[in-house]
Structures are given as structure tokens and as C-alpha cells.
């Protein structure tokens, strides 16, 4: 009979369990630091664009990272609780939506940090598929670049179309700060001095 306790995890288990420990660690000390993040994604994106150009091919790989970082940005521009979807008057009391009422902040379906990692991940990916030759479909990609701008401009009217008609901006900087009344000097007298 075998009295030693519960069982350890496997040697690769704990180098695995580490390896993510430390992995989790850059991205929280990453987050603050969100312009950086920003202009880190952007130079990796530009070294994937350079290798594509000078190579010439995988212009279905750039066209499918096209497509994700357009569905991204759309989630990032959502609510997070579409207001096509409470309409309905039956669905009880509902928060303010007058500009005298009640301040609420615009929550994003998919944060800026989540929308960074995603879209940084996926450029990473898509950096990898180029060192594959099955990866590089020969298509004509001026019809990729033209259905592209047109799928961009359809999704972008129609975000646009929604903000308007439910009245939401996905750019907030905190609560709005409303100036007093100025004190004009003078003592007003209530009815009970009188």
C-alpha cells in the first residue's frame, strides 16, 4: 500500500504551468503601457508587410489577417450589450438615456487589450504562414484589394448607421464635468428670515 499523498505533476507539467506563469507576467506588465503595445503591433505588422511584398505571394494569408483584424475592430467598436436588442418596452426598467440622466460609461465587446493580443496574435500567425509554401494560393490579389475596401466600407456604413440611430460614441475620456453656478456674491434670503 502506498501511503506517499497526492501525486506530483509531471516534470512537464510543471515546466509547462512556469513557462505560462511567466507568459501571463509580460502581458500584465505589458498593459499599461498601451501606445507602446500599439506601435510594437504595428512594427511587427510592417516587417509581415515587407515580407509579403518582397516575396510576393501569400496574398491569401494577408487577405484572411485583413478580414480577422476588420471583425476585431467591429467588436471593439460594439457595446457590449447591443441597444437593438433592448428595445423591447416589456423588458423592465432600463438604464438612462437622456443627457440630463445618469452618466454611463460605453463598455466595449471586446477590450483594448484583448482587441491588441488578438490582433497581435494573429499577425504573428499570419507571419508564420509565410515561411509554408502551401499557404501561398496563386490568386490575382487586385480583386482581394477590391473586395476588401468594399467589405470595409459596407461593415464601417452600417456600424456608423447603428451608433447614430442608438445614439452611442465608442470613445469615451471618463465622466463628463459639468461647470456649477457661478457664486454671484450675494446672500440669499430663505422665507423664514423674512
Known sequence: ???SGPAQPSFFSRIFTRLGQKYQGCLDAWTPYTI???????LIFLCYAFRVYFLKGW?????ALGIYHLNLFIAFLSPKIDPAMMDDPDDGP????????????FIRRLPE???WYSATKAIVVAFGCTFFELFNVPVFWPILVVYFITLFCITMKRQIKHMIKYRYVPFSHGKTKYKGKED???VVKSAEQN
Open 1 to 3: 500500500m502506498d501511503d
Open 36 to 42: 507602446a503595445r500599439w506601435v510594437a503591433t504595428f
Open 59 to 63: 496574398y491569401i494569408v494577408t487577405y
Open 94 to 105: 432600463s438604464l438612462p438615456t437622456k443627457i440630463n440622466e445618469e452618466f454611463r460609461p
Open 113 to 115: 487589450f484583448k482587441f
Open 184 to 186: 454671484s456674491g450675494s
